[in-house]
């Protein structure tokens, strides 16, 4: 039992699982986020161009085999596809787009530091073997000859 129980302590505290949950309550906050968006300003956007950005009346009347007809309601799924829509180029352009380029801001500074001590660390190895190479063949080193033309 007690086996039982530290396993159960280390799967929770486990970084994985913490990092987990947080996402699920983020996402399910920033849902209300987006939807706020789309609803309170996309599609009234879209409503004040085109007419009223209601969908879900449009439907067809198909008669069944007993002379019935049967409402085939597809305004609701052209409401829900235009809602998808919406809701992902709104988290596209709001939020992938300036995460992606803060990623690149944050790394071209590093990157050129790395190349940077990539170049320096080359240089002095040149130096010491061009110096190893001077005392091989026994000529001295001068201040005048250590100048590099620029």
Request: net charge negative; no cysteine; aromatic share 12%.
């Given at each position: 039992?007690?086996?039982?129980?530290?396993?159960?302590?280390?799967?929770?505290?486990?970084?994985?699982?913490?990092?987990?949950?947080?996402?699920?309550?983020?996402?399910?906050?920033?849902?209300?986020?987006?939807?706020?968006?789309?609803?309170?300003?996309?599609?009234?956007?879209?409503?004040?161009?085109?007419?009223?950005?209601d969908f879900t009346e449009i439907a067809f009347y198909v008669p069944n085999w007993q002379g019935e007809e049967t409402k085939f309601q597809i305004g609701l799924f052209i409401q829900g596809?235009?809602?998808?829509?919406?809701?992902?180029?709104?988290?596209?352009?709001?939020?992938?787009?300036?995460?992606?380029?803060?990623?690149?801001?944050?790394?071209?500074?590093?990157?050129?530091?790395?190349?940077?001590?990539?170049?320096?660390?080359?240089?002095?190895?040149?130096?010491?073997?061009?110096?190893?190479?001077?005392?091989?063949?026994?000529?001295?080193?001068?201040?005048?000859?250590?100048?590099?033309?620029?």
């Amino acid at each position: 039992m007690r086996n039982l129980l530290n396993g159960f302590k280390e799967f929770i505290t486990r970084g994985n699982v913490l990092d987990l949950a947080v996402a699920v309550v983020i996402g399910a906050a920033f849902s209300g986020v987006i939807s706020g968006l789309v609803d309170g300003f996309i599609m009234p956007f879209i409503g004040w161009l085109f007419g009223a950005p209601d969908f879900t009346e449009i439907a067809f009347y198909v008669p069944n085999w007993q002379g019935e007809e049967t409402k085939f309601q597809i305004g609701l799924f052209i409401q829900g596809l235009i809602m998808f829509l919406l809701i992902a180029s709104a988290i596209y352009f709001f939020v992938i787009i300036p995460v992606k380029k803060l990623s690149e801001l944050r790394k071209k500074p590093v990157e050129e530091e790395v190349v940077e001590e990539a170049l320096d660390e080359q240089t002095v190895l040149l130096t010491e073997i061009r110096d190893l190479l001077r005392v091989q063949a026994g000529v001295q080193s001068s201040p005048a000859s250590d100048a590099r033309p620029n």
